[in-house]
Nanobody
Framework: QVQLVESGGGLVQAGGSLRLSCVAS????????MGWYRQAPGKQRELVAA???????HYANSVKGRFTISRDNAKNTMYLQMNNLKPEDTAVYHC?????????????WGQGAQVTVSS
């Protein structure tokens, strides 16, 4: 089973930037869709962004224009560049494989990357 490990979280002031990485233990070149999801305290997990292996990207309305998702198949890695961060972006961010409509496939979630944005 392919393992995914997130990194790159941290504490940043509003308006700042972070880049999250999701490294896979094996090649994900043939995995159609992968996504970034986040869960804030007391809230349900939500899709942030997703990317397919043929270049299609999808973003939640709340992050459009601020976040960029990308995949580097040579490094078995997916990234989430987050710019102009807002306090409401504070959450634990997870990566996962996704269905064609970007729902997470795997029920198991790793530790994720904590992102905290101060005002």
């Amino acid at each position: 089973q392919v393992q995914l490990v997130e990194s790159g979280g941290g504490l940043v002031q509003a308006g700042g930037s972070l880049r999250l990485s999701c490294v896979a233990s094996e090649s994900v070149e043939y995995i159609y869709a992968m996504g970034w999801y986040r869960q804030a305290p007391g809230k349900q997990r939500e899709l942030v962004a997703a990317a397919t292996n043929n270049g299609i990207t999808h973003y939640a309305n709340s992050v459009k224009g601020r976040f960029t998702i990308s995949r580097d198949n040579a490094k078995n890695t997916m990234y989430l560049q987050m710019n102009n961060l807002k306090p409401e972006d504070t959450a634990v961010y997870h990566c996962n494989f996704a269905t064609s409509d970007f729902k997470p496939i795997d029920d198991s979630w790793g530790q994720g990357a904590q992102v905290t944005v101060s005002s």
